[in-house]
């Protein structure tokens, strides 16, 4: 599978208020996902020295998944394609190493 058939296909799934005018909602469920998959990790460093086990893998998975849901929708949204914003951050992570900036901060390093 590729990310433009992934977002069509995610597309499909998609219900929530005003679909097509609401970038808000994908965004603030990708906060909530994205808070999910910090709270799995988290939880294997408190409990579990560091090691994950199949089951918390399985869960991080799902997790990871329902993150690209949400970030494909708001792409969707903001009429981005999602196999656009993968190669262009490919391409910036890129330049960055070819021009020794890939640590550090900043947007435009």
Known sequence: MNFE???INARKTAIYPSLGSNYIYPTLGLVGESGEVAE???????DKEGVFDQETLIGLKKELGDVLWYVSNICSEL???????AEDNLNKLKKRSLEGKIKGSGDNR
């Open 79 to 85: 009429n981005f394609s999602l196999e656009d914003i």
């Open 5 to 7: 058939t992934y977002q």
């Open 40 to 46: 799995k990790i988290k939880k294997v460093l408190r």
